[in-house]
């Protein structure tokens, strides 16, 4: 079954406010991977986390990766229509000392802005 | 430019038809993915392939088959053991297997 959860599934949000997507593992991730989808587009990558407690910024975007490598966010400070669509946050498990290879996504969360 | 093409945008299938979904990618990828996305849902690994002739099954393989001959390439066919196969199929590469992923435009099917 799912093993990265993802919420909140949905969030409607007036301009300019803040949006923040929590992401949460059952199992410790090699790495945390952060895709946006645009309404009827593909994925499109963000950023990637490794470390634990790692913070990086991307403009308005901030993402955090949990001490435990567990869990993980995405912040966005004063939202924009642009900012509009899905995102996804996604990881690599290990399997022993080994990274499977296989990146397993959250549910998504949808954003939608009000002008 | 480099990327990852799939084809067609849109397929429908006929009950009891094995349909082939085509995934191109001219960027020297090593590994390539098979994802399948449901509406309101987040993406399910079909297949990977993580090098040329190996291949190995994601979390819901079952009713589909790929091949992965040539580095550029993985077709994935979707056969008539697949009961639900309506849906948006991505196809995605990257440099290697734990590397950050790119997309195709994807490929939606359809059931006649």
């Known amino acids: 079954g799912q093993q990265v959860m993802q919420i909140p599934q949905y969030q409607h949000v007036q301009e300019g406010e803040d949006f923040t997507t929590y992401c949460n593992s059952s199992?410790?991730?090699?790495?945390i991977q952060w895709y946006k989808q645009r309404p009827g587009g593909h994925p499109v990558f963000l950023i990637q986390l490794v470390k634990s407690g790692e913070v990086k910024k991307q403009k308005r975007l901030t993402f955090q990766f949990g001490e435990a490598k567990k869990n993980s966010s995405l912040h966005i400070t004063a939202t924009q229509t642009t900012d509009v669509g899905t995102y996804f946050c996604a990881g690599h498990r290990y399997v022993g000392s080994s990274n499977t290879g296989k990146l397993i996504f959250g549910q998504g969360t949808t954003l939608q802005v009000k002008p | 430019d480099g990327g990852i093409t799939q084809s067609p945008k849109y397929l429908f299938r006929k009950e009891g038809q094995n349909v082939t979904l085509s995934c191109e990618q001219n960027l020297n990828h090593d590994a390539m993915y098979w994802y399948r996305q449901d509406p309101g849902q987040g993406l399910r690994l079909i297949y990977y392939?993580?090098?040329?002739?190996?291949?190995q099954k994601g979390d819901i393989a079952e009713g589909y088959s790929v091949s992965r001959e040539k580095k550029e390439s993985f077709p994935l066919t979707v056969t008539s053991a697949q009961k639900n196969p309506t849906a948006f199929y991505l196809c995605?590469?990257?440099?290697?297997?734990?590397?950050?992923?790119?997309f195709g435009d994807g490929t939606r099917l359809s059931i006649l």
């Open positions: 392939s993580q090098i040329v002739n190996d291949f």
């Open positions: 995605a590469s990257s440099i290697g297997s734990t590397a950050s992923q790119h």
């Open positions: 199992t410790t991730l090699s790495n």
